[in-house]
């Protein structure tokens, strides 16, 4: 394989990753949120809310990040006679970088969301 098509496939894999694990997080927290409502305790959720909010986008950043990948990729190889250094364009950069962020703000909520909930139920009882 070439080596800027493995550089390229290694950011769609990063991308690819970043999405099963934001739709997993996001599937697994709304799952047992139900649980969580059940309580009688005062229930924190607005942490959780915006954290579906932002794994939804990390998700939709990441499509956009591998339509990126897939239109480069087509450059390069059209253009394999070319020797010009290959380099991630903003096209690339832009949702890459928001799908990254985006996924970790979510898991960082997560972690609000659970530290919340752990200060309610040890002062409710």
């Known amino acids: ?7 390229f496939q290694s950011a769609n ?5 970043l999405i099963t694990l934001a739709t997993g997080s996001l599937a697994l927290s709304i ?3 139900k649980d969580i409502i059940k309580t009688n305790a005062p229930v924190v959720t607005w942490p959780l809310k915006i954290a579906w909010v932002a ?3 990390s998700v939709c950043f990441g499509i956009w990040t591998m339509m990126a990948l897939t239109g480069m990729i087509f450059q390069i190889t059209e253009n394999a006679a070319a020797v010009k250094p290959v380099t991630y364009g903003a096209n690339v950069k832009i949702p890459a970088t ?3 962020l985006t996924f970790l703000l979510g898991i960082a909520l997560l972690i609000v969301h659970g530290a919340k909930m752990l200060r309610v139920k040890t002062q409710g009882g």
Do not use: C, E
């Open 1 to 7: 394989m070439d080596v800027p098509l493995a550089g």
């Open 13 to 17: 894999d990063l991308a690819k990753q």
């Open 31 to 33: 799952t047992f949120t």
């Open 55 to 57: 794994w939804l986008a």
């Open 98 to 100: 928001l799908q990254i």
